[in-house]
């Protein structure tokens, strides 16, 4: 039988090996933490880009800069003379902007107010939409930007028509290419007077009637709350024919942060497309009212679920 000494003896040996062993992996933890990278609240986020157009005093370097920092990836609705900008900073352009030309009749169209919802302008927008297409894909992008045009009295359908003539005109061209055709949804009844494309069942039965996998549908999220309301239920059911969003506060096309007076719940919106499994961008489309890039970083932080 061992004595009451010997007891105690064994005891703080026994008390100092715990208590070295638990300081040894509290350090492990503290070295795995330092060297580990910390876990991302958001696993796969929705990759993010801004119009440059929202932006107009911050110049393009800068603006990609800056937008870096922010966490986006591209910058939407540029021109082919600002894609080495872009390749210097490694953004993207994740939705080209349009081509315009005068028809032979001086007819200035590829605009939003004269494109493809008239015959008379097919093949000036042809031809030069087939420049841009070849364009875009040298530069190894892929969304190209188009319009329907206004009404002018023509009927919805005879113009849902029309589009669907000029525009398949060139889907071999866009498949071959590797480059998606994406039509804007736009509203008529604040922004764009008289514009065709403003519903979505509207683009929706275009998107059917072309039948490619490269024309889509570009969802503006302020335009179409302006014209339809319902945001989510409608990019759940169409989400198969919408290749892009873009983003602002409504009313007033501006922030939409918690304390702005706007309708949107854009966290609610972005895990609503999220959940559909979207693999494109969404392009912030604002105009700030407050500091410019302050306001985009939090409109990225807001979006980033």
């Known amino acids: 039988m061992s004595s009451p000494i010997s007891r105690l003896a064994a005891l703080r040996v026994i008390a100092g090996a715990t208590a070295l062993a638990t300081l040894s992996r509290s350090r492990a933890a503290d070295a795995a933490t330092k060297s580990t990278p910390a876990t991302p609240t958001t696993l796969n986020p929705l990759r993010q880009s801004a119009c440059k157009w929202c932006w107009p005093k911050i110049d393009l370097d800068a603006f990609c800069v800056a937008g870096k920092e922010m966490g986006l990836v591209a910058i939407d609705l540029l021109q082919p003379e600002d894609f080495p900008t872009l390749k210097k900073h490694g953004l993207l352009c994740s939705m080209v902007s349009n081509p315009t030309a005068k028809t032979p009749q001086g007819v200035n169209v590829g605009g939003i107010g004269k494109a493809f919802n008239r015959l008379e302008h097919h093949d000036t927008l042809v ?11 040298d530069a190894g992008f892929t969304n190209l930007i188009c319009f329907s045009g206004n009404r ?59 039948g490619s996998e490269r024309f889509k549908l570009l969802y503006d999220i302020y335009h179409m709350q302006i014209m339809e309301g319902d945001v989510i239920r409608t990019v759940k059911a169409n989400a198969a024919y919408i290749g892009h969003y873009h983003t602002a506060g409504n009313p ?16 609610a919106i972005m895990r609503a497309i999220k959940s559909t499994g979207y693999k494109g961008f969404v392009g912030q489309e604002f105009l700030p009212k407050r500091d410019a890039l302050t306001s985009l970083r939090e409109a990225v932080k807001l979006c980033n679920v």
């Open 127 to 137: 031809e030069i939409y087939t420049k841009r297409i070849a364009e875009v894909a």
């Open 252 to 267: 007033g096309r501006n922030e939409f942060e918690s304390q702005d007076q706007q309708e949107l719940n854009y966290p």
């Open 152 to 210: 002018e009295t023509m009927d919805d359908q005879q113009g849902l028509q029309n589009c669907a003539v000029g525009l398949k005109r060139l889907l071999s061209i866009a498949e071959k290419r590797g480059v998606t055709l994406v039509m804007e949804l736009l509203n008529s009844k604040v922004n764009h007077k008289d514009y065709m494309c403003d519903h979505t069942a509207w683009g929706v039965e275009l998107c059917k009637q072309i």
